[in-house]
């Protein structure tokens, strides 16, 4: 298995290098999309069955790939079905935003073995946090009595504006040119980073709602607020990564300062953090509230899931607080429907747990600033996946980059 996952420039081995691009194809193919027969699987790498069937009979050997049996026939002899060694390899997925850090470990089933398991390690502009991250992830592997070894790359899900293609984030780490080396030396393995919005989409493309959709728009409500975009069926990142800034948005006139800079974006209004602290003003000026009871009176306490535990009490300020919230998102996401006109726009993070509270605000919204007979054709649903989007995104996307190289 360490030799599938690592090249060599020798121009000698280039037939042996060929085979084994051909068999990462296939171990892509069938962690993207479960289970195939060796006749999906050449129509999918779009080589000859015999040639599949060689390579699967080496995987098999290699103890990646195990044979499931025969398949449905709609004529002619049944296929065999190939699916992966459940443990054969593993991923790592780690989320580092400006809460905490979250580590999981998957499986070559995309099953998720170990994890998630929560560290106060908190983003910042000292590459030091990433040696506190590996330190953890080393007692996370001996814990969970993985074989060190058998895991091929991490996957690193964190926020600012990240340059795919010079490895360079730009809020955190403007001056680190090449941040994907010195992260694959801290943690002894390759090492892939991107954004949060876009990956919690690469999930949701993959394993959640948008799959098997061309056109879905993916709206990470979180402790900010980011976008996801898939266009005719893939992942748009725009020139240099930096697409989707959809939180950063100035719609509010005289609103609140951001973090970016700016007044009155979106993300001073509809984000976790924002509703936090719009409930804190909220009691602090005078209004009755189930949620300081419930932080002891100690205001500095107040989180979203403090103001949704409110809210699912019947609390009318938290209720209050989500419709409008509702309410601002809904604008939002009109203007990017008459934009990109999508089938359907997810809804995932921290805000999508009060889904119930403003789900109805959204629509209203939708329906009063857009045209009836673009919005029509867009659904609004909230993600499935969870908080486990996170990781499971960053994992299977390193998995994917690991297997093209």
């Known amino acids: 298995m360490e030799k599938l996952f690592k090249t060599t420039g020798n121009q000698s081995q280039a037939v042996e290098q060929k085979k084994i691009a051909q068999k990462k194809q296939i171990l892509r193919s069938i962690y993207f999309n479960g289970p195939l027969s060796n006749s999906d699987l050449a129509r999918q790498i779009k080589l000859s069955t015999p040639k599949i069937n060689s390579l699967l009979l080496e995987l098999i050997e290699d103890q990646l790939v195990t044979e499931l049996g025969r398949g449905d026939s709609s004529g002619g002899r049944r296929p065999n ?22 580590i999981s470990i998957f499986n070559s089933c995309n099953q998720e073995v170990s994890g998630p398991h929560y560290f106060p390690i908190k983003m910042s502009s000292d590459i030091n946090i990433f040696n506190q991250v590996n330190a953890e992830l080393e007692k996370v592997i001996q814990d969970s ?7 091929l790359v991490a996957g690193l899900e964190l926020p600012g504006l990240i340059n795919q293609k010079e490895g360079i984030n730009q809020t955190y780490f403007p001056e680190e040119k090449d941040l994907f080396s010195k992260l694959q030396n801290i943690f002894g393995i390759p090492v892939f980073i991107s954004h949060d919005a876009k990956l919690r989409t690469f999930a949701e493309q993959y394993f959640g709602l948008a799959k098997g959709k061309k056109n879905v728009l993916m709206l990470q409500a979180d402790w900010g607020l980011g976008l996801g975009i898939i266009i005719n069926g893939k992942l748009y990142t725009g020139k240099s990564g930096y697409s989707g800034e959809f939180g950063h948005l100035p719609l509010a006139d005289n609103g609140v300062l951001c973090v970016c800079g700016k ?16 409930a804190r003003e909220g009691i602090e000026q005078g209004h009755s509230s189930l949620i300081k ?28 607080l989500f419709s409008e919230v509702g309410k601002w998102l809904g604008r939002g996401m009109a203007y990017l429907i008459q934009i990109f006109n999508p089938e359907l726009i997810i809804i995932g993070g921290q805000v999508a747990v009060a889904s119930q509270f403003i789900l109805a605000p959204i629509q209203q919204a939708i329906h009063t600033f857009s045209n ?6 867009t659904q609004i649903q909230f993600s499935e996946l969870g908080t486990k989007a996170g990781t499971m995104g960053a994992a299977a996307y390193a998995l994917e980059r690991i297997s093209k190289k």
Not at 145 to 151: C, S
Not at 263 to 278: F, H, K, M, P, Y
Not at 372 to 377: A, F, H, K, V
């Open 145 to 151: 009595n993985i074989n060190r070894e058998k895991i």
């Open 81 to 102: 079905i190939y699916g992966l060694v459940e443990n054969g390899f593993y991923v790592v997925g780690i989320t580092i935003n400006v809460a905490r850090t979250i």
């Open 372 to 377: 009836r007979d673009i919005s029509n054709e």
């Open 263 to 278: 007044q009155g974006c979106l993300e001073t209004i509809v984000s976790a953090n924002a509703i936090a602290r719009q």
């Open 293 to 320: 009871e419930l932080v002891k009176d100690d205001l500095n306490k107040i989180d979203i899931s403090t103001v949704i535990q409110a809210a699912n009490s019947g609390d009318q300020f938290a209720i209050s």
